[in-house]
């Protein structure tokens, strides 16, 4: 099932909007499908998976490990996905190269997963992807024994010959990403022998829960300085489980924003995982000033999930601390959005990280923002946003193959004085597939540009 990035430009106006009402269910949490899906493939017979996310960059995911020998079955009707797994070593060679669209995680776990084994694997990607760094996550895994065959040693495409014979890894961190750590977690899986992967600054810890949901042979500890060590004894047979997946609070960000910079506005969000590496940023936004109520709080998959009134608020600025940087990634865009309506001084410590993201992000928040009249600039590492309260508008913002900047452009212009154009809309479809839709229901006012 190979589905490729539809790259159809789909250009929107977006104009200011009235009070923003409603009830919203937050699709499934983007990371933890990658997981689930890979681990269901890495067990032995059918894995059951209810409400995995439906949207392109999963989509990559499902064809890659079809291509290594799953069979994957998504029944949209029941929101029921069965996974016929490989187990752990029993991927197959793929007849072809593996697509895998705008999928930063798709790639480098799928990376990690085949370096240990005795395949010779192409990946490629979109635009986008093919711009972001693979060496991080080749470095630490040459020294396991993957092969670089290709003449690209940091960037998509690239050709890959996985080991037979893998050494154990001993690994610390050298970048705080889940990505890197999740790679190098998925390889040890197939080593024989004791891997150790240590980590300084906190990053999402899904794989090292879902590890240890799947029985794998996984000790997760602090080490002597008080740093994160994980260590897993690889070749042992998973366990097959059921899985639910939870709401994803990096997607209802976007929402939880809406609603608090659009006068008048009250919004239910419901199903958003509370995971503390995922969900600091509604920690800052109360700092803000923001009215939060949480309403319902149940679980899944072992984490909490909480409904949430969100009621338009007046915002003031915040100081974001450099070690939760990791935490507030795929939040900073949205969080600059809050930071503009809101009056003063914002600082977000530690974000050189979003340059390599799906686009330059850290680029496209000051571009955003200034041409929108939002005082914005760097410090160092440092991002500053001088709000006044309300933003002008009247910009045309790119977005790069990039959703998150998508949306965020669209939550900017729900407030802004005169309309905000955005180019491309389509990538949106990478994350958070009925976007639009619940954008519309809720009283967003777009139309195409
Ligand atoms: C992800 C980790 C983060 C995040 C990305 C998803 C994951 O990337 O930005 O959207 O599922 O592991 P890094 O680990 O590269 O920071």
Redesign the pocket.
Known sequence: MIMKINNKNNPVIVERSKALSGIINTPSD??IS??ALILGSLCIGKTKIHNLLLSEDIMSTISALEQFGANINVNKESGITTVHGFGIGGLLQPSKKIYLGNS??SV??LIGLMSSCDVCVEFEGDQSLSRRPMGRVLEPLKEMGLEIISNNTNNLPLKLQGTALPIPINHKLL????????ALMLSALNIRGRSTIIETIK??D??EKLFAYFDADIEVKKNEVGDKEIVINGQKRLSRREIDIPGDP?SAAFFVVAALISKGSKLRIKNIMMNPTRSVYIDYLISMGAKIDFINKYSKCGEEVLDIEVTASELKGITTSLEDA?SL??EFLILSVAAAYAKGESRFCGIS?LK??ESDRLEAIINMLTLAGVDCRTQDDDLIIRGNGEVSGGSSIMTNYDHRVAMSALILGLGAKSQIRIDDISPIATSFPDFMEIYNRIGGNFHSG
């Open positions: 983007k990371s990658h997981r930063g995680t480098r776990l970048v705080p990403s889940a990505q890197i750590k999740s990053t999402r899904h794989t990096s990791p990634i795929d990280e390599v993201k």
